[in-house]
Structure formats: C-alpha cells, structure tokens
C-alpha cells in the first residue's frame, strides 16, 4: 500500500511537472512566433524602403536627364560648331551669287592637295573644297574650326590661268595657313566670348547677330581681305615650307607671277589685290637679298 501511495504521489508529481513544461512551451511558441512576425514585418519594411530609395534614385536620375537636354537648348555651340555652322550658312545665303551648285567633274583637286598636305607632315587635316562657277571668289578658306577648313576656289579663275592641280594645291595651302593663322577670324573682329556659353535665363541670340557676323564675311571676302602684315607673314611661312624642294619652291614663285600678270591685265579681277595684296610684293619678298658690294 505505501509502495502504491509512493507511485501515485510519483505520477501526480511527474504530471505537474509535465503540465508546468507543457505551459511553459506554448507561451515559447507563441512568444517565438510573435518575433517571427515582427522580424518579417521589419523585412518588409526594409523592402519596401529599398525599392523606394530606388524608385527615388531613378526618379531623381530623369529629372536631371530632363534639366541637362532643357539647358541643352539654350547652349551656344561651341568655336569649331560656330564657325564650321557660320561659315556654312554663308555659302547657302550666297549661293545664287557664287553659283557653287552645277554639274561638274572631278577634277583631282582634292587627292593632289592631300598629297601635297602629306608631303608636310599634315595628317589631321579635314577639308572640304568648293567649286563655284563665279569669279567673284577667286579663292578663299573660310573657318571652320580647329583643324577644319572650307575652301573656295572659282572654276572661271582656274581657267583663265590654266593652273595645274599643283598650282591649285598651292593656293590652297596658303589658305589653310591664313585659316591656321586665324586671320580670317581677327578681320572679322566681332566679339565671341559667348561662344560655348549657356544662356538659359538670359537674353538668348538676336537674328540681328547673325546678320552682323555675315555682313563682316562679306567685307573680309568681297572688299576687305588681308593686310599687308597677314600676307608678309603668309609668305614667310610658304617660303619656310617650300624651300626644302626647289620644284614647288619654283612653281609657287612661277604661281604669283602669273597671278600678278592676271591682275595688271584683265579688269575682271582688278579686286584681287584689295583681298591679297599683293603679288608683284611676294615675289620681292621671296627674292633673296642681293648684297651691296
């Protein structure tokens, strides 16, 4: 009987036991579960914090895309797109006057300047040459920014003379040294600190500009040309280039000759020397000194 009473006091005692684990279990449980769903909840949180800073970054990227192309339209082009841009503009505004566009060989103009460029370590040179059927040009480099170069030359001119693709090459080069010289640019001598520049908020381009930039293309081109000093150095610096191969040394000098003979000869183009002055003065300049004795 006391063996029995001990096994029941055992049972009662192992139950209360279990019953006080069993209890302390479940509150775990749900405790553990309660955390589980906070920690899911901050999760979410996280994630939805994450995308919106995403979403933010992404929002705030275009909104910046959209200020950069709306200050792009109130850019001024920079001094290679300017005056590639204006020089351009030039040649269709006067395109009834120098009648550039008619049908016309290849003459080789282009492949005989380039060797001639090569010949003197000039690589990086990007050109184009414009025919035109007038003789109001005889020949001309317009500016077209670093490097670059527009250059004019009259078929009338061409062939009244009977130049060669050299003497043709020869122009040209000394053209390109007046451009790369910016005198064409300095005789203009309008101001273009704007140039490059933003004007948004400000007061944008007036045509009246424009007109004004054209209008000193058409002193420098028709009437005003180069003075004396430009061309005293121009043939310096031909002479510096030439004198290393006697046969185009020869055929520059051969060149202004017949450039000078032109000019005393025929009325059509006594404005020559208002724009190159002056031939007959190249000539002297390239004659070596005689020594007094």
Known sequence: MKKFGL???????????????????????????????????????????????????????????????????????????????????WLVKNAQLLRWDFPKPEYGIDTAFKKLLEKFGFYNKHYKILIINSPKITHMGLPAGKDRYIFVISLPFMRTMDLTKVDISLLLFEDMLRLDSRYFINNIGEKTDFVGTNFHGKEGPKKEMLLKFLEKYNEVIFSKGFNFQQQFEVTKQMDSYLKADPALWGAYFNLLKKIDRLVKSDLLYKEYLKIYPSPELQMEWLSPKKKVI
Request: hydrophobic share 30%; proline share 1%; glycine share 2%.
């Open 7 to 89: 096994l029941v006091s055992l049972f009662i005692l192992h139950s209360s036991v279990w019953a006080q684990d069993s209890k302390q279990t479940s509150e775990e449980a749900e405790k553990d579960l309660l955390n589980y769903s906070n920690i899911k909840s901050v999760l979410k949180n996280d994630g939805l914090m994450e995308q919106k800073k995403k979403r933010d970054k992404f929002v705030k990227e275009i909104k910046n895309q959209k200020e950069k192309i709306n200050l792009s339209r109130y850019q001024y082009p920079d001094e290679n797109d300017f005056w590639n841009q204006l020089s351009e503009y």
